[in-house]
């Protein structure tokens, strides 16, 4: 069975276009428009800005271990000569 069917448009129900269609009459009517609430937000939903900005926070106030470290790894800034770079150089 193939999913390609015959669309029949009469039985597509658009909710949307009945919502506004609703609103548009209550308008007319002179009767004010429902105002629906919106969902409240669940409690463990975590803002990832918010995290950010924590976790800079916490980074600018903890003491620098972890950049000497970070500066230990890098070097002296020098990068390793290798054979082929002495070649070049006319040093090899």
Do not use: C, W
């Amino acid at each position: 069975m193939s999913k390609a069917g015959h669309v029949r448009p009469e039985e597509f129900n658009d909710r949307y276009e009945d919502a506004v269609v609703e609103l548009i009459r209550t308008k007319q009517a002179g009767i004010p428009a429902k105002v629906t609430e919106l969902p409240s937000r669940p409690s463990n939903v975590v803002s990832i800005m918010d995290a950010l900005r924590k976790s800079v926070a916490a980074e600018e106030a903890a003491p620098s271990s972890a950049g000497k470290q970070h500066e230990a790894r890098r070097g002296s800034g020098r990068r390793a000569q290798t054979k082929g770079s002495l070649e070049d150089e006319g040093q090899g």
